[in-house]
């Protein structure tokens, strides 16, 4: 079973709107991570949090881990083009492998003009 | 910052032949190194666990005949699929983390596109 779910599974928005993929865990979580990918590339990790509560921001990309940890949000603000790709969230789950990172459904985000 | 580096990123090989895929951490050392698959329009599975030193450690439903996983050195971790099939064509990555502790960032190989004709 996924033990990482995200949503929503797909997303096209207009340029300079605002956007959030959410990622709900069944179990508590240790560390929470945000990855973008280009489909056929490897990983670019944006964001790894850690502590129930924890927000942090890159650029215009803001994660938010709740309480707690076992949801995390990713807000996009005034969406571009270049943001376009797959999202992952990936996690490290307490009570399995310590140093294992599985991943979420994913997220598909499409920007257009 | 840290760098995995995998390679090939693409390799065509015929059905029933083996491909050796490598994956290296640049400038640390990983004790632990993580191969995942990607399917079309799919997100990662988890594939295997290699340890260096010791025998890797395979998910449910992972042919550990099928994928050897060899972690011979602090910074390289191969896999090699066996007698490769059609249905193994797939997005192949893998992953390295600095230690054992959870509250370190994950490093990404580019991955490897395996196509078996």
């Known amino acids: 079973s996924q033990e990482l779910e995200q949503s929503p599974q797909s997303l096209i928005v207009q340029e300079g709107k605002n956007l959030t993929i959410n990622c709900t865990s069944s179990?508590?979580?240790?560390?929470l991570y945000w990855y973008k990918q280009k489909y056929g590339e490897g990983l670019i990790f944006l964001m790894m949090l850690q502590k129930g509560g924890e927000e942090k921001s890159h650029e215009k990309i803001t994660a938010k881990l709740d309480e707690k940890k076992q949801q995390s949000s990713l807000h996009i603000t005034a969406s571009q083009p270049s943001h376009a790709g797959i999202y992952l969230c990936?996690?490290?789950?307490?009570?399995?492998?310590?140093?294992?990172?599985?991943f979420g459904t994913g997220t598909r985000l499409q920007v257009t003009l | 910052g840290a760098v995995v580096s995998q390679h090939p990123s693409r390799v065509i090989c015929k059905s029933g032949t083996s491909v050796k895929i490598e994956c290296r951490s640049l400038d640390f050392q990983a004790t632990t190194m993580f191969w995942y698959r990607q399917f079309p329009k799919q997100s990662l599975m988890l594939m295997a666990t290699?340890?260096?030193?010791?025998?890797?450690?395979?998910e449910q439903g992972v042919e550990k005949d099928k994928f050897l996983i060899n972690h011979a050195s602090l910074t390289l971790s191969t896999l090699t699929v066996t007698s490769a099939h059609p249905e193994d064509s797939s997005f192949y990555i893998c992953?390295?983390?600095?230690?054992?502790?959870?509250?370190?960032?994950?490093?990404f190989g580019q991955g490897t596109r395996l196509t078996v004709v």
């Open positions: 290699s340890n260096e030193g010791s025998k890797a450690t395979y």
């Open positions: 992953s390295a983390r600095r230690g054992w502790m959870v509250d370190t960032e994950a490093f």
């Open positions: 990936g996690a490290t789950i307490r009570g399995g492998t310590a140093s294992k990172l599985t």
């Open positions: 179990k508590t979580l240790y560390g």
